[in-house]
């Protein structure tokens, strides 16, 4: 089975700094999609991110960026700039691919709370 | 992105009594469902996967007489839990994901919060 672990329960950072939050994994699978997502006070869960692992190149949008590696499993986000509107639960995810055993579920990280302070 | 509308946000049922949620795919076709439950401040833990059709797959633990779950239609899926009790009380999030091969993505309702009294 796959396991996701999310080692920072409470994070912090200043507005326009930025801030990094960690994520391990494990998995016997060779091919799987990673998974950055966010759950702000409404409790809306929203994407922020994903990676398919078979990319080397680290996935970017705007100013949230992973950094991938394969062989430690290891998925860091990076949040650039950080906005007050960035102040959420953030998870990482894995999801396998067809074939897998996990094919099609996602398995969710503990969760950091990120907090951005003006 | 698609949208997935959860009905109701929010309910407060009676021990003992049944109470029903809504999860809809309103722009997209959904042929798997999925049904998470989360606590405040944890994780999302994923209770159980409904294909269109078909019975529902239960997560170990999940008992599935409690929890009834039916995706009749491809924009459809129903959660019921049956005789609440307090334990119950949580946040239900379901997400629907259209039929495409391993590259579609899932989209999150907006969740539910029950509370039984």
């Known amino acids: 089975a796959q396991t996701v672990t999310q080692s920072q329960p409470e994070m912090s950072v200043q507005e326009a700094e930025t801030v990094t939050l960690s994520c391990t994994y494990d998995?016997?699978?060779?091919?799987?999609?990673l998974f950055w997502y966010k759950q702000p006070p409404s409790r809306q869960m929203i994407l922020v991110i994903r990676?398919?692992?078979?990319?080397?190149q680290n996935a970017t949008e705007n100013r949230f960026s992973v950094n991938f590696q394969k062989a430690a499993k290891s998925f860091s986000l990076k949040i650039s700039d950080s906005q007050l509107g960035d102040t959420a639960m953030y998870f990482c995810a894995f999801r396998g691919t067809p074939g897998g055993t996990s094919y099609g579920k996602l398995t969710f990280g503990q969760g950091t709370i990120l907090t951005v302070h003006p | 992105g698609a949208v997935v509308s959860q009905h109701p946000s929010w309910v407060i049922c009676k021990s003992g009594t049944s109470v029903k949620i809504e999860c809809r795919s309103l722009?997209?076709?959904?042929?798997?469902m999925f049904w998470y439950r989360q606590f405040p401040k944890q994780s999302l833990m994923l209770m159980a996967t409904s294909n269109e059709g078909s019975k529902a797959t239960y997560e170990q633990g999940v008992e599935k007489d409690k929890f009834l779950i039916n995706h009749a239609s491809l924009t459809l899926s129903t959660l019921t839990v049956t005789s609440a009790h307090p334990e119950d009380s949580s946040f239900y999030i379901c997400?629907?994901?259209?039929?495409?091969?391993?590259?579609?993505?899932?989209?999150f309702g907006q969740g539910t919060r029950l509370t039984v009294v």
């Open positions: 998995t016997s699978e060779s091919n799987y999609y």
């Open positions: 997400s629907a994901r259209a039929a495409g091969g391993e590259n579609t993505e899932a989209f």
């Open positions: 722009d997209f076709q959904a042929t798997t």
């Open positions: 990676q398919e692992a078979y990319k080397q």
